[in-house]
């Protein structure tokens, strides 16, 4: 099994700092879509100007809207024909469409 990369002190505080800026960033977009604040063609297009929003999973995403759960989201993305695993950056111009026309958001 291969070993992490060797970090000075200073180098890994700073990846550290940085991991936790981007769980906050991608917290702060789900809680906005569970608010309603924000719609998932918003996020979808912040997917494609933001690598932090890009590399958000799909299936988190989708869950975070009002009105799905965990069943609903995984069975959507089956029926749309998503791996569980695809992040958002990764999603197909079709696979934008059918999840935009199901969820009606």
Known sequence: MPQPPALTPEQRQAALAKAAQVRRER???????????????????????????????????????????KVKARRLMETVGISESRRLQGLGIKQREALLAATDR
């Open 27 to 69: 917290a702060e977009v789900k809680e906005k879509m569970k608010l309603g604040l924000v719609s998932l063609s918003d996020v979808l297009a912040q997917a494609e100007k933001s690598e932090t929003v890009g590399k958000m999973k799909v299936l988190s995403v989708l869950e975070s809207l009002p009105g799905l759960g």
